[in-house]
């Protein structure tokens, strides 16, 4: 019996450590309606070499879903608002469809969820109480095929889907959508499938800029919006939106249900009238989503949680109807040229003049790595710690040379610690005034501060001397980072062996 329990708890312990392991994952939307893309195998080509990972397309075409065959992306595919009446009414027609369009090409492109129709609430039809007995009968055809636990069935929505999302902890579904999202959400609990959401913060910003900040829905904002209800502190429009959607969940008792932003960006261009619709906007907000993202920072209302966010999207689509920005959301064009750049990786930093297409117009001429950010001798010793702490955290910046024994530890301030993080964020930051505000606390400078063998990073990417393992491991323990894969490794092989001989 002894033994039976220790087999339990190994076990447990074991899916536990995958849990904690499991961050955040960014992927780019592959939408087609445009006549001048390239083949789709040319269109898988540049994500690969992207190191994009996870790829949402709008239907099930067959040459896409071959072309994206062993690369090992994770695949979202969807089924059009169009096609829901058939997959409602007969299970027949989801079996079919299954057998012709997924098993053919399943496992060696990698299917991993279906979403069965997309922002129905927004459909001018009555399609939304289609969505529930179509996905059901997807559901079956895929437990019948033995895949109803590798790929999720799940639907998207649009933020229209709420009445209430001001402030975030006032998120509320629509009463007029109650007969569609109640049995829509237990049927996601049930299966453990992910509630779907697109967010905008560029139209939260274009159709109320008296009231939204453009830095703020950049993720460029210095200061705070304090939710009154629950004294939450926001400092971007992204995470006010998800969250919004987190308390609608709560509200509702289905909390435990996931979200994933299956649509999110923002436009390179637009009429004279979308202002904010620039390629320098948009390479600020999605690189800077990129790294909120994958440094599962989650949200004020799930600090730590992490969520899978596609960007919208890879190519420019000229034939999207309505506003100039329509048709100016991708990251590329399509001869396969950045608008942009951007690094999915979210590691590195972004320069805003390789491309070509457009140039910086931040006039600071501290894009040359002329200028440093340093921390004010002056500054309040809380704001001070506030920001090092913040940018060591939700800054993704690498903090591992100020710990004990590291080049930069000495002198042991909280100035000098400061002003390493501080410079560290703002060079990886395109090094522009917002970016050493820190509250205030921060200052540029001219002199750079490094000595010794503490050297601090330029616009060139120049930074102190790598520290070692443990005083890294270190720093994101103490600043609530997410577990490093390596350490995760390490205790599932710990795990393994202990299972082995019990």
Known sequence: MARGFRLIFATSLLLMILGICNGSKIGICYGRNADDLPTP????????????????????????????????IDLMIGIPNSDLLPF???????????????LPYYPATKITLITVGAEVTEASNNASAMVVPAMTNVYTALRKAGLHRKIKVSTTHSLGVLSRSYPPSAGAFSSKHAGFLKPLLEFLAEKQSPFLVNTYPYYAYQDSSNNVSLDYALFESSSEIIDPNTGLLYTNMFDAQIDSINFALTGLNFKTIKITVTETGWPSKGSSKETAATPENAQTYNTNLIRHVINNTGTPAKPGEPIDVYVFSLFNENRKPGLESERNWGLYYPDQTSVYNVDFTGKGSVDVNTGGNFTNGNGNGSGNGSFWCIASSNANEKELR???????????VDCSPIQPSQPCFQPDSLVSHASYAFNSYYQQNGATDIACSFGGTGVKTNKDPSYDN?????????????SNVTANATSRGQRGYSVPCSYCLFVIVFVMAKLSHV
């Open 41 to 72: 195998d040319k269109a898988v080509d540049l994500i690969k070499n992207q190191n994009i990972n996870s790829v949402r397309i709008y239907d099930s075409n067959i040459q896409v879903l071959k072309a994206f065959a062993n690369t090992g």
């Open 88 to 102: 409602s009414q007969f299970q027949t027609n989801a079996d079919t469809w299954l057998k012709n369009n997924i």
């Open 386 to 396: 506030d920001g090092l702490d913040w940018a060591c955290g939700s800054g993704n």
């Open 454 to 466: 503490c050297l601090y990073m330029t616009a060139g990417g120049k930074k102190a001397a790598a």
